[in-house]
């Protein structure tokens, strides 16, 4: 008890302990407003991933005069506002356009499906399938025993068909319904993206001195070390987070470029949507695909094999040129941990979960990876001092 007591005489030791119990309180209360803590990470998010071009502005020289961090945040920040202004006149009327015509249309594809089009639909499956020997009978009662397996496929489409219309009528009632809907979401989005570009800006304006104060909370003997870590994450995250925008934005592009020439219908709505889910790595992929090749089926089974193939042909570029060549060596994540962090945030977050794993994954990885070689360096150091 008196060694207790001599040790917290200790000025250091008492700065420690004071320091250990404001951290785990900062860690309670991070804990308990989790829900709340979303706009304020993805401001420090966005802070980090336009912080290059504000360095880069802020380094501009002209005689004696250089340009003040608090100018370059402003510049880099009404180029932003521009550019979300020129997608808000140009690009989302045309997707609200092409939302309301496909919500039309398929109200009125489902309002013209009958019986009989649904069994001419399952014959000329069957016949598909009989030519290619697929052992599967999609018309039970003919030709009992000749397949393997026996589907009702007309009773299953029709089933299918009326969840959707019973959803169309109960979602989205009519059309005005629906604008409404849209309206309401536009506003709390737009309240959500003022309160995040004000996060941002505040962020962006005293990154330095951020990075200087949590600098300072490190003891002198660790800062090496603490460099060196800083580093690793440095390297992760921008691979991470400012190689997969980078990605998502390209991809996007080229997405769109490859629906227009094919004429695939909706190609605004769906190149939107393809760009927004390209920021989930694989899943965005895999789930922007569907309504692609749904929607290029129903021009001709041609069209459909074509859009396909455009895609796969983006996600080859982006395997092969632009994750070596953007996200870099450092920023690689085994795609089984990636598909780990995603299962994992979505089940513990839903969509913000899952927006922010690979980057939390990219993060732990770089942590993971600093103290194999510490672990490393300290056995050869060991080796050393024995021989």
């Known amino acids: 008890m008196a060694s207790l007591r001599q040790l917290f005489r200790d000025p250091k030791t008492r700065v420690w302990t004071l320091t250990g119990i404001l951290w785990a309180l900062a860690i309670v209360v991070i804990v308990l407003a989790r829900e709340v803590l979303l706009p304020f990470i993805l401001a420090a998010l966005a802070a980090y991933v336009i912080d290059p071009a504000i360095v880069r502005l802020s380094r501009l020289r002209w005689r004696e005069f250089q340009v003040p961090r608090a100018a370059a945040v402003v510049a880099v920040y009404l180029g932003l506002g521009f550019a979300i202004w020129l997608i808000g006149v140009s690009i989302l009327p045309q997707v609200y356009r092409e939302a309301l015509r496909g919500l039309g249309q398929a109200r009125e594809f489902l309002a013209e499906v009958t019986p009989q089009r649904i069994e001419g639909w399952a014959r000329t499956i069957d016949a598909f399938l009989q030519r290619f020997g697929v052992p599967v009978d999609v ?47 536009t506003v709390r989005t737009l309240f959500f993206f003022l309160l995040f570009f004000m996060l941002t800006a505040f962020m962006s304006m005293d990154a330095p001195r951020i990075v200087s104060f949590f600098e300072s909370l490190v003891p002198k003997y660790w800062r090496g070390d603490y460099g060196r870590l800083l580093g690793g994450v440095e390297a992760g995250l921008a691979g991470v987070v400012r190689g997969q925008v980078t990605i998502m934005g390209i991809n996007g592009v080229l997405t769109f470029v490859g ?117 490393l360096e300290l056995d050869s150091t060991l080796k050393g001092s024995t021989r």
């Open 259 to 375: 629906l227009f020439l094919l004429k695939v219908p909706f190609a605004f709505a769906l190149s939107f949507l393809a760009t927004i889910l390209y920021v989930v790595p694989i899943f965005g992929t895999i789930i922007s695909s569907l309504p692609i090749v749904l929607l290029a089926l129903t021009v001709s089974f041609g069209k459909g094999l074509a859009a396909l193939a455009w895609i796969l042909v983006i996600h080859g570029v982006e395997t092969y040129l632009l994750n070596p060549k953007i996200m870099g060596d450092a920023a690689r994540i085994h795609p089984v941990l990636i598909v780990l962090a995603l299962v994992v945030g979505e089940r513990s977050a839903g969509i913000a979960g899952a927006l922010l794993a690979v980057p939390v994954m990219s993060v732990f990885v770089a942590v993971f990876k600093f103290l194999h070689r510490k672990q």
């Open 139 to 185: 018309l039970p009662g003919e030709g009992a025993g000749s397949a393997a397996f026996h589907v009702d496929l007309a009773a299953g489409i029709a089933d299918g068909l009326n969840e959707a219309n019973a959803w169309l009528r109960g979602s989205m009632k009519d059309v005005m319904a629906f604008s409404r809907g849209i309206i309401a979401g």
